[in-house]
């Protein structure tokens, strides 16, 4: 797993309601799979648009960040691993 310790900004959590939409395009976006051992898989899925990723998981939440010079899809693993965990107990 990469480390998250340079070039991005997690200031840019979208929390106001307002959800980015995904592209309409199917080649501008990603899904994002993490298989993890013991525990069910986490889905998601991904774009970049204007030097932003969002994340969007499986249930709706997002999480929006700036690239910075990471790498977009291990930034959002990261992310999505975030959105798991602050995922609603009982959800």
Not at 32 to 57: C, D, F, H, N
């Amino acid at each position: 797993m990469e480390s998250g310790s340079s070039g991005f900004s997690m200031g840019c959590d979208v929390e106001s309601g307002m959800a980015k939409k995904r592209p309409s395009s199917a080649a501008d976006y990603a899904e994002i799979v993490i298989r993890r051992k013991g525990q069910p898989a986490l889905e998601g899925k991904m774009w970049v648009a204007e030097g932003l990723l969002t994340v969007t998981s499986s249930d709706g939440r997002q999480k929006t960040a700036q690239i910075g010079n990471s790498r977009p899809a291990g930034l959002a693993r990261l992310m999505l691993l975030e959105l798991e965990e602050e995922r609603p107990h009982g959800a």
